[in-house]
């Protein structure tokens, strides 16, 4: 007889002793594993640190913990304590390098447990943990993630920050030994000179001052140590799109470039591609923090479609990334989920106007065809043509333009900017410009480089019969409305161009604005407008989606592709990154560096996420 058990009526009692017995499912084992090293970790750090917790009954539990070596060897339990914490987010991600490093670490404090303390207690939790990794070392077969040497420079402050906190915390945790009164600067120098071993101003009774002096020793070999092993191990650069690579996806894009106004994006160099078995479909990512961030639909045949997708989960599984996908059609959003089992999640809508249809008569668009009016009467005159049909000097003129333009000092775009103007391979592009001939508004010397040009927009191909706004950038000192102004003239010289749908700014939750907006709306949807509202100060939501509007635009759903819910936030954090809204800045003389070699005529010009 079977007993069914409540909340699994498929599961019988022999069933649930089974897996009991079994034990942790292998695919848990790194997070229980890296969970258990976190916890021990801190218990190690509080057993060196703190002289209280190394008399208290918390500790007396502590001290059985794989790497905790007693009141003894302090210095020995900071550095366990601290290799633990780096270490458990790797095993959570199933690193090969993190579960080779646990493998040498749990043993050496299985060892330091019997030799110190002849604790068997000790010495079985260790072992037990190094089992579990054995055991299940199939599970920890995650390749290292894209990197360079600037990780070596990164460790060096953040380690060495972290050093020194520590380290403050340690000078101050004696009051009782302390000889003195020893003010902070007194303090911090002597933790200066304790992370480079050296004795520092302060003084203690007793043997206070070796514990003190060998845990600061520690702290500073341990940031040595891992600092040059980081500098010297062998670089992994970030993937980039090959010359093959961009080529095969050229020739994906002219047989199926028409179905996704995103597609010709996935050109950006800055990103990686993985193709289907065929070779008839590819998907274009980059990695960010740990997560594997593609935008737009696979590219090509929709057939093939579902063998892209494997690749890219294979590669994803390969290297333990969180994959997620930004801004992919509806369609798109249908295939992901039910080849991966993915989530998907509306995240806005994308601004479509069909050329046939745009009119500027009538009264809802009479507030943009003022504008154009005002502007034309202004004197600015306006020119739609493509790339290829661009002079050399002009063409670098309009870059130069765009790069001194942009209204910040961080590069933005990825999932709907191209990040170039001009390249050889880019002559389809269209770019529409504003000029204001014999202008008298006082233009500095540095603005007159640039001749009459006002403003610039910058369209990429969207198949053979549209095109996708890129970027959107105008001189400061221009009259107001440019982007309205060139926007129409693009519209309007269209069907010259052989263009019959054109693809403007990306509005994120536009449904929600527009619902909130309306009579009758629910309390919750007006709260949720409201923060849209407020979040509008810094990210342009509610400024785009009005803007679009004014255009009388068809709304195109766009969905962002994820694994589970606690997944969006680590994912809408490094689309941030990639869009160039979050900037992890480097040192100032590197940052001094970067910003030269992006001004050069040459560099990437990448657009904000709202293409303005």
């Known amino acids: 007889m079977s007993i069914r058990l409540d909340g699994d009526k498929s599961a019988t009692v022999p069933d649930r002793v089974r897996r009991i017995l079994r034990g942790p499912r292998p695919e848990r084992v790194p997070s229980l594993v890296g969970t258990a090293c976190t916890v021990v970790g801190l218990l190690d750090i509080a057993a060196g640190v703190f002289p209280r917790f190394r008399h208290s009954r918390m500790h007396a539990f502590a001290e059985v913990l794989p790497g905790a ?66 055991r299940h070392r199939g599970e920890f077969a995650a390749l290292p993630d894209p990197r360079s040497r600037w990780k070596a420079l990164a460790n060096f402050f953040l380690l060495g920050a972290g050093s020194l906190g520590l380290g403050l915390v340690i ?12 003010s902070v600067a007194e303090r911090l120098e002597h933790v200066l000179y304790g992370l480079f071993g050296f004795e520092g101003p302060v003084d203690y009774a007793g043997r206070v001052s070796w514990t003190v002096g060998y845990s600061l020793g520690a702290l500073g070999l341990l940031t040595a140590v891992t600092t040059i092993y980081l500098a010297l191990r062998p670089e992994h650069p970030a993937a980039r799109l090959t010359t093959d690579d961009e080529q095969r996806l050229r020739e994906l894009l002219a047989r199926h470039g028409g179905r996704d106004s995103l597609g010709h994006f996935a050109l950006r160099h800055d990103k990686a591609v993985v193709f289907s078995p065929s070779g008839k479909a590819a998907v274009t990512y980059r990695v960010v923090s740990g997560v594997m961030l593609a935008s737009g639909d696979p590219i090509g045949d929709v057939e093939a479609w579902p063998g892209a997708i494997e690749r890219f989960m294979d590669e994803a599984k390969a290297h333990s990334w969180t994959p997620a996908v930004m801004g992919c059609s509806e369609t798109g959003g249908e295939v992901w989920t039910r080849e991966t089992g993915l989530d998907a999640l509306e995240l806005g809508d994308e601004a479509v106007v069909h050329v046939p249809d745009f009119s500027l008569a009538g009264r809802a668009m009479r507030n943009v065809r003022q504008m154009v009016k005002r502007i034309e009467r202004s004197g600015y005159e306006t020119r739609v043509r493509r790339v290829r049909d661009l002079g050399d000097a002009e063409l670098d003129r309009i870059r130069r333009a765009a790069a001194d333009w942009r209204g910040t000092d961080t590069e933005r775009g990825f999932s709907m900017a191209l990040g170039r103007i001009g390249d050889p391979g880019d002559g389809d592009c269209v770019i529409a410009t504003a000029h204001k001939p014999d202008t008298t508004d006082g233009a500095s010397g540095a603005d007159s480089a640039y ?58 939750f536009r449904s929600a604005l527009a619902r909130g907006e309306k009579i009758g709306a629910g309390p919750v949807l007006r709260v949720w407008r409201g923060l849209l509202v407020f979040l509008s100060r810094w990210f342009q939501i509610e400024s785009l989606y009005k803007f679009n509007a004014k255009f009388r635009p068809q709304w195109e759903p766009r969905f962002v592709v994820f694994r ?45 996420l709202s293409r303005r």
């Not at 003894?72 to 900071?78: K, W, Y």
């Not at 000078?171 to 020893?182: E, T």
Request: aromatic share 6%; proline share 7%.
């Open 69 to 134: 070596l007693g009141p003894f060897a302090a210095a020995l339990a900071i550095s366990a304590g601290v290799l633990l914490l780096l270490l458990a987010h790797g095993l959570k991600r199933h690193k090969r390098r993190a579960w080779r490093a646990a493998v040498v670490l749990l043993p050496a404090g299985a060892a330091a447990q019997f030799i110190y303390r002849n604790s068997v207690i000790g010495v079985l939790i260790s072992l037990a943990l190094l089992w579990l990794l054995l």
């Open 171 to 182: 000078v101050s945790s004696h009051p009782a030994k302390v000889v003195g009164n020893p």
């Open 451 to 508: 001749g009459d040009l006002k403003a610039v927009l910058h369209f990429v191909p969207w198949g053979t019969d549209g095109m996708s706004l890129d970027l959107m950038r105008r001189d400061r000192s221009a009259d107001p409305g440019m982007n309205e102004l060139l926007i129409v003239a693009a519209l309007q010289a269209a069907p010259r161009l052989g263009v019959d749908r054109v693809s403007l700014n990306f509005a994120m």
């Open 564 to 608: 589970t819910t606690r997944d969006l936030p680590r994912i809408g954090f490094a689309a941030m990154q990639a869009e160039g809204f979050v900037t992890l800045a480097l040192p100032r003389p590197f940052a001094r560096r970067a910003t030269a070699a992006r001004r050069r005529p040459c560099a990437h010009l990448e657009p904000v």
